[in-house]
């Protein structure tokens, strides 16, 4: 049977192993997969690696070593990957390792060392917003856009109008 799951791709000048080592790392539910490497016909030096498969919460990528031609754009987050967190603890969790190197960016986002973007976001934010009472979703929508990491017990503080 063909497979028949999306993967992203992320290009990389060299540091595609080095970054799929990081975020499996980061990651629980996460694997490391195959690593290709360039041999003596190029185009890259011999050894490098040049495509690695890993998985991050079932989510597959493949981190191709493929030149310094295209980068992971820090200044655009186009592109972003969210990450649902069950508490704040969580949150915390995955906001430390991932800024590490990066930057804090605004509303539970933040660039990593390597560019790219993602939305740290707790699950109670996204039943927050979908509530129908249009007033506690403006009250948490309040709440966020003064937040740079979220913070749970005060998205429920505004969702509760207190």
């Known amino acids: ?5 999306l993967t992203t791709w992320l290009w990389f000048d060299t540091e595609g192993e080095e970054a799929a080592r990081f975020y499996t790392r980061i990651f629980k539910d996460s694997r490391l ?10 185009p890259r030096p011999a050894g490098l690696a040049m495509v690695v498969e890993f998985e991050l919460n079932g989510q ?4 191709l070593n493929g030149g ?3 980068k992971i754009n820090a200044e655009s987050a186009a592109i972003s990957f969210s990450i649902p967190c069950a508490d704040q ?7 430390e390792r991932l800024t590490e190197g990066g930057q ?9 060392k390597y560019g790219m973007s993602w939305q740290v976001i707790p699950n109670a934010f996204s039943q927050m917003m979908s509530d129908p009472d249009q007033e506690k979703t403006q009250r948490v929508m309040a709440a966020m ?16 109008g207190r």
Do not use: N
């Not at 049977?1 to 799951?5: F, G, S």
């Not at 960016?105 to 660039?111: D, E, I, P, R």
């Open 1 to 5: 049977m063909t497979d028949t799951a």
């Open 33 to 42: 997969g195959s690593v290709s490497h360039y041999g003596d016909a190029g």
């Open 60 to 63: 597959k990528f493949a981190a």
């Open 68 to 70: 310094p031609e295209h």
């Open 89 to 95: 603890a969580e949150v915390d969790y995955y906001w």
């Open 104 to 112: 804090e960016v605004a509303c539970g986002w933040l660039t990593d």
């Open 145 to 160: 856009l003064k937040m740079t990491k979220l913070d749970v017990a005060e998205l429920q503080r505004a969702f509760d």
